[in-house]
């Protein structure tokens, strides 16, 4: 996991992130949930179902209480959630546990594999296994397999210029 963390902020720092509250190696997400990197280089791991209060302190820890926005949607597919969004980075509850995640453009953080938003259709094509999810209503949906499980992610433009704009994982409340 060290690696991973290492080799997602030198991917960020060519990647660029102005905008983002905190360190590129202090968030990794991936498919089962989100970990958090410690200063003495050791891991803070929350997969899905881990209770909302741990993750959202471990959260703050790393991007300051001040910066989280809550909200709640009622409507959502998979039922009623809550969110909590640290700049480009939004988590998703459901019965006060964690149960996805989303990653936008602007966020610093990468996923287990080293995608991150603002990467490019030819750089994404270099990973192995990823997909285009046929017969999607989000136009450029993708997916690819990691040691952990899938993730997801949604691409603006076509060809190989096109850029990844989301990541997500888990249950989130995406209109297909």
Same mark, same amino acid.
């Given at each position: 996991? +060290?690696?991973?963390?290492?080799?997602?902020?030198?991917?960020? /720092?060519?990647?660029?992130?102005?905008?983002? =509250?905190?360190?590129?190696?202090?968030?990794?997400?991936?498919?089962? &949930?989100?970990?958090?990197?410690?200063?003495?280089?050791?891991?803070?791991?929350?997969?899905?179902?881990? =209770?909302?209060?741990?993750?959202?302190? $471990? /959260?703050?820890?790393?991007?300051?209480?001040?910066?989280?926005?809550?909200?709640?949607n009622?409507?959502?597919?998979?039922?009623p959630?809550?969110?909590?969004?640290?700049?480009?980075?939004?988590?998703?509850? +459901?019965d006060? +546990?964690?149960? &996805?995640?989303? %990653?936008?453009?602007?966020?610093?953080?990468?996923?287990?594999d080293?995608?991150? =938003?603002?990467?490019?259709? %030819?750089?994404?094509?270099?990973?192995?296994?990823v997909?285009?999810? /046929?017969?999607?209503?989000? =136009?450029?949906?993708?997916?690819?397999?990691?040691?952990?499980?899938?993730i997801?992610?949604?691409?603006?433009?076509?060809?190989?210029? $096109?850029?990844?704009e $989301?990541?997500? $994982?888990?249950?989130?409340?995406?209109?297909?």
């Amino acid at each position: 996991m +060290r690696g991973v963390a290492a080799g997602a902020a030198l991917l960020l /720092a060519a990647c660029g992130g102005a905008d983002a =509250p905190a360190p590129p190696d202090n968030l990794i997400l991936d498919a089962q &949930g989100v970990v958090f990197a410690r200063a003495d280089g050791t891991f803070d791991r929350h997969p899905f179902g881990t =209770p909302r209060a741990a993750v959202e302190d $471990a /959260a703050d820890a790393v991007y300051g209480d001040a910066s989280a926005r809550r909200s709640t949607n009622p409507e959502c597919g998979a039922g009623p959630m809550a969110f909590t969004a640290y700049g480009a980075i939004q988590l998703s509850f +459901r019965d006060e +546990r964690l149960a &996805g995640w989303t %990653m936008r453009r602007g966020a610093v953080a990468v996923s287990e594999d080293g995608i991150a =938003p603002g990467m490019t259709r %030819m750089q994404l094509d270099r990973q192995a296994g990823v997909r285009l999810v /046929a017969g999607s209503t989000l =136009p450029g949906e993708f997916a690819y397999r990691t040691a952990a499980g899938t993730i997801g992610g949604v691409l603006a433009g076509t060809g190989p210029g $096109a850029t990844v704009e $989301a990541l997500f $994982a888990g249950t989130t409340c995406t209109s297909r």
